[in-house]
């Protein structure tokens, strides 16, 4: 689903927005639903949702990588600094990275030692380069000690966040580990943030395409 797409921004998009802060808002009268983080879990709901429009076969890949990091990184965290905690960041950092060789970039190493097309292809599932530059993030910055590993919704809601899970940008752990702590959203703030979300919409649809139309026919 596009950012562009008319019903991400005028149905998936507001649902999300509405639903987040009706929550925060039910959350502050029983506090057992900010216990709970629903607000989070409806965050993920909605994060799973826009990744499974690009295509279901992608919902089995992303919660097995979830699973996946989410393992790497409490390996990693629970260990000192020592040959073991260095063992552990090193495998998984070469199998996030051998993942994205295999879905990528097969093809192309095929064509180049047998120089012709290849055969098959293997189809990368949607933003797979910006989830796994994401959960190397998470990673580092858990073996630095920049950040504490996350339980496994903090893991699934931070590579599947849909703003950034399908064109960035890679926003590190250590950054966004504080903002789905944050207690009280600042309503000011999202405001703002929705008017520069059309104000550049606007410049999307209305100036770049058209322009983009002229240059095309040229």
């Not at 949607?126 to 990673?139: M, P, R």
Request: proline share 3%; hydrophobic share 55%; net charge positive.
């Amino acid at each position: 689903m596009a950012f562009t797409n008319l019903i991400f921004f005028f149905v998936f998009f507001p649902c999300c927005l509405a639903g987040y802060y009706v929550i925060e808002a039910v959350s502050r009268k029983w506090k057992f639903l900010e216990r709970a983080r629903v607000r989070d879990i409806f965050l993920l709901a909605a994060s799973i949702a826009f990744y499974v429009w690009a295509g279901l076969d992608n919902i089995f890949f992303i919660l097995g990588y979830i699973l996946l990091v989410f393992v790497a990184g409490w390996l990693v965290y629970m260990r000192d600094v020592t040959r073991s905690h260095r063992f552990w960041i090193v495998i998984s950092l070469f199998t996030l990275v051998a993942i994205l060789f295999i879905y990528k970039y097969t093809g192309f190493v095929y064509e180049i030692f047998t120089r012709g097309e290849a055969q098959f292809s293997i189809t990368a599932p949607l933003g797979l380069s910006f989830i796994t530059f994401s959960a190397i993030s998470y990673l580092v910055d858990v073996y630095r000690k920049d950040a504490e590993a996350g339980n496994i919704l903090d893991v699934a809601l931070y590579l599947t966040f849909f703003p950034k899970v399908s064109s960035g940008p890679i926003q590190l752990w250590k950054d966004f580990k504080p903002q789905i702590e944050r207690k009280n959203p600042d309503l000011e703030r999202a405001v703002n943030c929705v008017n520069r979300i059309i104000i550049g919409m606007s410049k999307k649809l209305i100036l770049a395409d058209t322009f983009g139309s002229v240059v095309s026919d040229i």
